[in-house]
């Protein structure tokens, strides 16, 4: 049995869509942001970082994994799937999971503070987060132009950056011009296990956002 410590963001939903897809059993542990649970003592002894998600693999004497991308490594690796077992081929898929957690994550979320957190616009930080989120999805939209998912088949790649790509319009970055990122977005959307995935630990709803936006802003998440 797998405990994930998680809450509505993407690098959360990358773990809860991963477990739907291999069929783990796993419980769900909600962690509250806007309270600061994350920095809680108790909390810290599993994720040094203070961030979700976090997993317990209880199968494995508490073995505990946190960083979501290690997560997804570490899942892919337990079940058998969903991450090649010839070198080539993982080394392409952790590429591109580490192409993500190194680019697209830091980069659209720094975007997501100027454009959405920040108790002032600055615009040289709004501009220069937006245009960077924007050539690293190009570089998605060329990866995709000859293939449906990034490295051929479905894999942790997909699933590392799906949840980022998906609330684009949250950090004002429009993929119109981007057909194959597109097609990319909607495919893996349609998912079944990707749309159980993302509804974990529960839906985001506006007033719970709001109060997410007023701790960020006094330093608390």
Not at 52 to 65: E, L
Not at 79 to 96: C, F, H, M, T, Y
């Amino acid at each position: 049995m797998i405990e994930l410590y998680t809450a509505a963001t993407p690098n959360g939903w990358k773990v809860s869509i991963l477990l739907e897809e291999l069929g783990l059993p796993y419980t769900v542990r909600p962690i509250s942001l806007q309270d600061g649970q994350q920095h809680e003592p108790w909390y810290v002894k599993l994720n040094p970082n203070g961030r979700i998600p976090t997993i317990v693999d209880k199968d494995a004497g508490d073995f505990t994994v946190f960083e979501s991308g290690a997560i997804l490594i570490y899942l892919a690796d337990k079940a058998g799937r969903l991450l090649p077992s010839d070198p080539k081929g993982r080394s392409e898929v952790i590429q591109w999971v580490m192409f993500q957690m190194g680019g697209i994550g830091p980069m659209q979320g720094q975007a997501h503070v100027f454009v959405r957190y920040a108790p002032e616009k600055i615009p040289f930080a709004i501009d220069r987060y937006k245009n960077e989120t924007l050539r690293l999805y190009r570089v998605l939209d060329n990866r995709l132009a000859d293939r449906d998912y990034l490295c051929g088949d479905y894999s942790i790649a997909d699933i590392a950056a799906w949840p980022w790509v998906r609330i684009h319009g949250w950090a004002e970055v429009e993929i119109d011009n981007m057909p194959h990122l597109q097609r990319w977005l909607d495919r893996v959307g349609e998912r079944p296990a990707v749309q159980k995935g993302v509804g974990v630990p529960g839906e985001v709803d506006p007033e719970a956002q709001r109060k997410w936006i007023e701790a960020f802003r006094a330093g608390v998440v």
